[in-house]
Each structure stands twice: as structure tokens, then as C-alpha cells.
């Protein structure tokens, strides 16, 4: 069997052949698939519903609410801009840079 392995596991590999954890490659590739084939076979999940991350979403902290549906009839454009107070970013950024 040839099993093609990116560069990065590659190295990791040989690093620890080198560094006498394993007696050789294949030896090391053993215990991988072995450690692999241990581990549980997880479910398949179903995508959730945007319904049900909006819930997950409330329930976890991140939002305090689900906003209402935007109603259609409603052009995306109309909105109301907040207010904000204080120095603008931009000058900010020029300010701490200097």
C-alpha cells in the first residue's frame, strides 16, 4: 500500500522516527490508524434550521433575542444609522499609530 501524506505529517512523522518514539515509519503510521480506528463513530448530524440556530444561538448567551423577520415590503436601504459618539475610528487608528 502507498499512502500520499501532505508535507507538514510527513515531517511530524519522520520527526518522531528520528526521534526514537517509533521504530520506523510504518510503525508509526500503525499506531495512527490504530488510535483512528478508536475512536467512536460520531452520528451524522442533520444541518440545523435557521429556526433552530437562532434558538441555539439565544440559549448559549450570543444573542439576548431573535430580531424579527424583516418585512419584505420594506426596502433593505431604509434603515435608521446609529448614532455614535466619540473620536471616529479612523482617527483612532492614526491617533495610536503615531
Known sequence: MTIHLPE???SSIQAAVHSGRYASVDDAITQAVRLL???PNAPARKPLTEQELE????????LASVPPPRD?????WNFDPVKIEGEPISETVIRERR
Not at 434558538?55 to 450570543?62: D, M, W
Open 8 to 10: 507538514d505529517l510527513e
Open 37 to 39: 480506528l478508536r475512536l
Open 55 to 62: 434558538q441555539k444561538l439565544v440559549e448559549s448567551g450570543f
Open 72 to 76: 419584505p415590503a420594506t426596502p433593505a
